[in-house]
């Protein structure tokens, strides 16, 4: 029983910490290249397959597939958005199948890899910026965080564990 109880444990452990992107597509991927690098010498790295995570900006249908529009974010060794506030900037990325663009909306969060296949220029705000531009061959839409409070009741009641009611008597003694 002991020796069962253990491999349950261990085999959690072991799965609670895989990364988000394949096996196979990971170890093709290279990520010791900073996106400002990525970004300023897009046609030195041009072919070759890198991991990224992003805020989502814009997802839209085109004929040559869904494109997505993400504001870049770090990401740590099992594919995991590090901090959403630091940025080297946006980019493009190209699924050749359908994205519905109301599960992937403005303001998810997205892990893919990718393979850079040049850059685009389009207007961000006034100016026109250059984003690099990848095809997806792997993504990963992160769970929104609906946070702590979302399923608690409202306020006179109180908060799990104790959410049963109290008698009449405790709110009023007199």
């Given amino acids: 029983m002991k020796r069962v109880l253990f491999l349950i444990v261990v085999i959690s452990f072991i799965y609670s910490c895989t990364h988000v992107i394949s096996k196979p597509v990971r170890m093709g991927a290279r990520t010791d290249v900073p996106f400002s690098n990525i970004k300023a010498e897009t046609d030195k790295y041009k072919g070759t397959t890198f991991i990224l995570g992003g805020i989502i900006v814009s997802t839209k249908n085109t004929e040559e597939g869904s494109i997505i529009e993400a504001v870049q974010t770090p990401v740590d060794r099992y594919g995991s958005i590090i901090d959403s506030d630091i940025s080297s900037g946006r980019f493009l990325a190209i ?73 009449y008597w405790w709110y009023d003694p007199w």
């Fill in 95 to 167: 699924e050749r199948g359908h994205l519905d663009p109301l599960i992937y909306k403005k303001g998810r969060e997205i892990t893919i890899a990718g393979e850079l296949v040049g850059s685009r220029k389009k207007k961000a705000g006034e100016i026109e910026y250059a984003y690099p531009f990848f095809e997806i061959k792997e993504i990963y839409l992160w769970k929104e965080d609906k946070g702590y409070y979302y399923n608690l009741p409202p306020y006179p009641y109180p908060y799990p564990p104790y959410n049963y009611r109290y008698p």
